[in-house]
């Protein structure tokens, strides 16, 4: 199984950015799908999750009702919508698969991730 993420990039404070990742090599639809970012210094913490069917989706209290996850199983990609966002956002962002149908919180119990994406917000 591969991930691969991208969209981010450098964003004024309030601006909108929007992350894709992509799976390839197993069934995208077998997974629940997760967004992780860790900023310089801090430790890697969870920012989002959708379950298999996408019926189910968690947030982080810090970006809750900002950002967005959402899924697309014809195009085997998981995305986050990330709006009004904060300087305190800035962070690589990594995507994660895992095999269970309710997605969890704990980094530890994903399967697989992606390379990282790089998000910056100017403030």
């Known amino acids: 199984v591969q991930l691969q993420a991208f969209g981010g990039g450098l964003v004024q404070t309030g601006g909108s950015l929007k992350l894709s990742c992509s799976m390839s090599?197993?069934?995208?639809?077998?997974?629940?799908m997760g967004w992780f970012r860790q900023a310089p210094g801090k430790e890697r913490e969870f920012v989002a999750a959708?379950?298999?069917?996408?019926?189910?989706?968690y947030y982080a209290d810090s970006i809750k009702g900002r950002f967005t996850i959402s899924r697309d199983d014809d195009k085997n990609t998981v995305y986050l919508q990330m709006n009004s966002l904060k300087f305190e956002d800035t962070a690589v962002y990594y995507c994660?698969?895992?095999?269970?149908?309710?997605?969890?919180?704990?980094?530890?119990?994903?399967?697989?991730w992606g390379q990282g994406t790089q998000v910056t917000v100017s403030s």
């Open positions: 959708i379950s298999w069917s996408g019926d189910h989706t």
């Open positions: 090599g197993h069934i995208f639809r077998h997974y629940a």
């Open positions: 994660a698969a895992d095999t269970n149908y309710v997605p969890r919180i704990s980094g530890e119990a994903y399967d697989y």
